[in-house]
Nanobody, 120 residues
Framework: VQLQASGGGLVQAGGSLRLSCAASGRILSTNIVGWYRQAPGKQRELVATITSGGRVTYADSVKGRVTISRDNAKNMMYLQMNSLKPEDTAVYYC???????????????WGQGTQVTVSS
């Protein structure tokens, strides 16, 4: 199983970006998925999660500005980010809890990260 994140880039404050994460491999089903970020010199932190049933949670710092979504049929997850601020600058990682099709093992998988830079 692999996760591939994309969609990062350089944007001015107030702008928008949409991150995507594609899961591939021997996937039977996907449980909770989420986006995390890590700024230079800081610990990785939760941005948002969404369960298989569609229940979402957001970090207080991004509430009202980001929307997490998923397409189970396509094994995709998304993070729509609006009204971006310089403090949103970080490497963004996707994470998924996936049931392996071959042996029914359940594991967490991480994408490689995509850089988001917000200029002031």
């Amino acid at each position: 199983v692999q996760l591939q994140a994309s969609g990062g880039g350089l944007v001015q404050a107030g702008g928008s970006l949409r991150l995507s994460c594609a899961a591939s491999g021997r996937i039977l089903s996907t449980n909770i998925v989420g986006w995390y970020r890590q700024a230079p010199g800081k610990q990785r932190e939760l941005v948002a999660t969404i369960t298989s049933g569609g229940r979402v949670t957001y970090a207080d710092s991004v509430k009202g500005r980001v929307t997490i979504s998923r397409d189970n049929a396509k094994n995709m997850m998304y993070l729509q980010m609006n009204s971006l601020k310089p403090e949103d600058t970080a490497v963004y990682y996707c994470k998924a809890n996936i049931v392996n099709w071959r042996d029914r093992e359940v594991n967490d998988y991480w994408g490689q990260g995509t850089q988001v830079t917000v200029s002031s």
